[in-house]
């Protein structure tokens, strides 16, 4: 049995085999693997018997259900328009130059992939970013970069 | 349980339906008819096109009539000018992300979204054209099905009808706001994925976005190429369904004027699928005889059963994907498309003194599955791809109309011979249940030599429009050499549609319920509801197409494929018997698994 599998029938064991534990299921292997690989919706639809077309159109609905491959850390900055007039033009400028990425891509070494979100209801401290699950109000491009630095440390 | 009165007012004439009754059905009753495209007859509700708004007092909003039941004292406008501006609002909105080059779409003609833009009048371009480069993205990977998905609606009738009519969900709803789309596993083309080629969807599309890949300027050259002879074959279903799309009513049979319309339009000959039909039986009945003795008798453990039917292509591409492991339940008997093609380029040619790489067989049916059929690599053992092309009815009415015939006023003609002579056993293959009830007909007799024991040879236990019908017949009587089965009660199954295909599946795979022989269909209502049919379709139009399937089996002077002169004469002229060696190469086939997800 590879990772994954083992990965997938834990996850059902644990949320159950109806569709309702669709969500967390997929959830559950993003924040293990960071994306849904083709392996990954194919064991999910064998073990909850549902079509693997039927499992792609949930995950493709959601933005944090990636189905291309990431890389260890997501870093998302908002691009809505409160944060984009608060700059986070410059923020990501600033990420982009240091990891030398642009947004949609993942570093070399995986540790890292830029993307951009839309508002995560922080509007009043942006611009912000949110590495993971973690979430970096009233950014500037200098603090941006400390904190992305302290994460290639982790 | 008699359900409660609910007291309306439509256009303020009142009107009592029942309870749960939505609005656009109640309209319907006092004949309004308000426009839909997401609502089908066959499907769930979605509610998700509003083209079927309509005015509801007292309410803010406009409600889709489609997705709300009627209450008591209800008062509805279907055309007030409310409703007639949102309606208008609506169309354009979904032309306005739509590719409308009508003139050179499939669809030209036949198109729900174009009719409601023609009954509208929708003129200018009120609303910014957002059709994208993006969304130009035709699959053309299958050799059954175009997905055109700039044509689009997203409707989702296609999604419904792949779920909940054919439990395959090869479509799904993929992304969200202005990027969503019908898709499939990962974007992948439909050839590498779960899809049968039912052609189910395409019954339901309202748009030019799913259409059957066609082959009629294929089929125009070999007919005007003089090096080529030409024979075309006719499947059961098409010949109660053709009219539908010439201005004929459903239900109507048309098999003299088709076979009149076909040699106007320069096929050299023309033959019928039902003698093939015929031929199946023998075989399949055969086949299913000997099962029984080598599983019942020998209690040869590699003989299983029930054994299944394999005339439905798309029921086989269905169980290669969703159930490999029961391939050997099938049938090793090719479709009678198949047996026809397989025929045609080997016994025909020659008795004709034609070579087989000159003859170019053309099929007319009520599938798109068998164009998929047709070019599987089995399918070529008469030296040479044994169907060259398939048309479905749709195709051939197309051609019928660019030919300039006029159907109506066309004299009825005769199939030609040989390969063109046949029973009402072969007529019912075009409905579900009709390849048991034509191979009980000739199975019970081989056995007793007696004729089933059911009034005119009618089998009513195993007709009807019921997802997944059984029946059990009891053997008694027989002759000396069938004495095993004596008294043995026989019992079968039939399922239509790939959704009742499933349950019964899983119910034998269960153990649940123990069958002999089961039929399946791929489609709703068998081949007469098949995916190359004419459309529009419902539950209404399959049993007027199934009563006239059932009427030309009744007015045929031959009712039992074993009794068709031309089929006696093949065994004795070129097979010798059932399942002997030469039917074995040329009428029987093999089974892969494929990729389950
Ligand atoms: S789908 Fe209908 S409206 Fe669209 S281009 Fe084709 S015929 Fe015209
Ligand atoms: S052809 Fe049949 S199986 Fe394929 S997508 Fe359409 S409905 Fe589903
Ligand atoms: S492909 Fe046809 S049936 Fe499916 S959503 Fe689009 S328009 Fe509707
Ligand atoms: S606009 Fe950025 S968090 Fe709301
Ligand atoms: S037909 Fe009612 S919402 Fe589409």
């Known amino acids: 049995m590879s990772t994954t599998e083992a990965l997938v029938k834990e996850l059902v064991e644990k949320n159950g085999r109806t569709r309702n534990s669709l969500m967390p299921v997929l959830q559950g292997i993003v924040q293990q693997e960071h994306f849904l690989s083709e392996e990954a919706l194919i064991c999910v639809a064998k073990e909850l018997d549902l079509s693997a077309a039927d499992v792609y159109g949930t995950a ?15 870093i998302r900055v908002c691009k809505t328009i409160t944060c984009h007039m608060k700059g986070k033009d410059e923020v990501i400028k600033a990420i982009s130059n240091a990891l030398k990425i642009k947004v949609g891509e993942t570093t070399h070494d995986n540790k890292f992939t830029l993307l951009s979100a839309n508002c995560l209801g922080w509007c009043h401290k942006g611009p912000v970013m949110l590495i993971n699950d973690e979430v970096f109000p009233e950014l500037t491009p200098q603090k941006a970069l400390e904190i992305v630095e302290e994460y290639a440390k982790k | 349980m008699s359900k409660y009165l609910v007291n309306l007012k439509i256009n303020n004439m009142p009107v009592a339906v029942e309870e749960g009754t939505t609005i656009l059905e109640a309209a319907k009753r006092l004949n309004f008819r308000i426009p839909t495209l997401c609502n089908h007859p066959d499907l769930t509700v979605a509610g998700n096109c509003r083209v079927c708004v ?58 729900e979204l174009q009719e409601l833009a023609s009954e509208y009048r929708i003129g200018d371009h009120v609303f ?30 296609c999604v419904r009808t792949c779920a909940e009519l054919q439990g395959v969900s090869a479509l799904a709803v993929v992304n969200k706001g202005d990027h969503q789309k019908i898709s499939t596993f990962l974007n992948k083309p439909l ?24 082959y009629i300027e294929e089929v125009w050259n070999a007919i005007y190429d003089p090096s080529k ?25 048309v098999t003299g004027k088709m076979v009149s319309a076909l040699k106007k339009l320069g096929f050299n000959k023309v033959l019928d699928t039902d003698f093939t039909a015929d031929l199946t039986i023998m075989e399949e009945g055969t086949e299913l005889l000997t099962r029984l003795k080598k599983a019942l008798v020998d209690k040869d453990e590699k003989t299983v059963l029930p054994m299944m039917t394999s005339c439905s292509p798309g029921w086989i591409k269905f169980q290669e994907h969703m159930y490999s492991d029961m391939l050997d339940n099938l049938s090793t008997c090719k479709s009678p498309q198949q047996m026809f093609g397989a025929v045609a380029k080997t016994y025909y040619a020659d008795k004709i003194n034609i070579k087989a790489q000159d003859m170019i067989v053309v099929s007319i049916m009520p599938c798109v599955a068998k164009k998929f059929e047709c070019e599987r690599p089995e399918m070529r053992d008469s030296g040479y791809q044994d169907v060259d092309y398939v048309l479905t009815t749709r195709e051939l009415a197309m051609m019928i109309k660019q030919a300039g015939i006029d159907f109506h006023k066309l004299d009825e003609d005769h199939y030609d011979s040989i390969l063109g002579e046949s029973s009402g056993a072969a007529v019912i293959f075009g409905a579900t249940g009709g390849v048991m009830e034509a191979a009980l007909r000739t199975a019970y007799e081989i056995v007793t030599g007696r004729e089933v024991p059911f009034t005119n040879l009618n089998i009513q236990p195993v007709r009807g429009m019921e997802g997944i019908k059984d029946a059990t017949i009891k053997i008694k009587n027989v002759k000396p050499e069938w004495s095993f089965l004596e008294g043995v009660d026989l019992h079968v199954a039939i399922a239509h549609g790939l959704a009742n295909a499933r349950q019964l599946m899983e119910k034998v795979r269960r153990g649940e319920a123990v069958y002999h022989f089961i039929e399946v269909m791929g489609c709703p209502g068998g081949c007469l509801g098949g995916g190359g049919q004419p459309i529009p379709t419902s539950p209404e139009i399959r049993k007027k197409r199934a009563e006239a399937i059932y009427s030309e089996d009744e007015d045929m002077p031959i009712r039992k494929s074993h009794e068709n002169p031309e089929v006696l004469e093949i065994y004795k002229e070129f097979l010798g018997e059932p399942l002997s060696h030469k039917s074995h190469d040329l009428l029987h086939t093999h089974y892969k698994p494929r990729k389950r997800y």
């Open chain 1, 60 to 74: 493709s609905f959601y933005t944090f259900l990636d189905t291309v491959p990431r890389g260890k850390n997501i």
């Open chain 2, 54 to 111: 309509v005015e509801v007092k007292g309410a803010r909003l406009l409600a889709a009539s489609c997705a709300t039941p009627v209450s008591e004292g209800m008062e509805v406008f279907t055309n007030s000018e409310k409703v007639r501006k949102a309606r208008k609002h609506i169309v354009e909105l979904l032309l306005s992300e739509h590719n409308a080059d009508c003139t050179k779409c499939f669809k030209n003609g036949h198109c």
């Open chain 2, 128 to 157: 910014l054209d957002l059709v994208t480069p993006e969304s130009m993205i035709q699959d053309i990977s299958s050799p059954s099905i175009v997905k055109d998905d700039s044509k689009c609606i997203r409707c989702q009738r």
């Open chain 2, 191 to 214: 050839h590498e994925v779960v899809c049968t080629n039912c052609g189910q969807c395409i019954n339901r599309c309202p748009t030019g976005a799913l259409t059957e890949r066609n």
């Open chain 2, 229 to 253: 002879f030409v024979v075309v074959q006719t499947a059961p279903a098409t010949r109660i369904a053709l009219g539908e799309d010439l201005g004929i009513p459903v239900g109507e049979r």
